[in-house]
C-alpha cells in the first residue's frame, strides 16, 4: 500500500481532527482554508460534520498533522 492511500479515506471523527489541527496551529477557519485553497463555509462545514473533505485534501490535513503548517505547502 503506497503511503498516499494511507492518508486518502476520510476516518469518522475527521470533524473533531480538523478543528484540534486548526486550534492546535492557531489557524482561524479562514486561515485553514486559505491553506488549502478553499473557502472558510467549507471549513466550518467539515467541522460540524455536514460535509467531508475530499480524499486529496485529507491527505493534506493528515500531513499536517503530522509536520505542522509545512504539511499545507
Do not use: C
Request: glycine share 8%; hydrophobic share 40%; aromatic share 8%.
Amino acid at each position: 500500500m503506497s503511503q498516499s492511500s494511507l492518508y486518502s479515506t476520510v476516518p469518522q471523527g475527521y470533524a473533531s481532527r480538523i478543528k484540534e489541527l486548526r486550534r492546535r496551529l492557531g489557524l482561524t477557519q479562514a486561515r485553514l482554508a486559505d491553506a488549502l485553497g478553499i473557502s472558510y463555509v467549507t471549513v466550518n462545514r467539515w467541522e460540524m460534520g455536514h460535509t467531508q473533505p475530499s480524499p486529496r485534501l485529507w491527505a493534506r490535513i493528515t500531513l499536517a498533522e503530522v509536520h505542522g503548517l509545512k504539511g499545507f505547502a
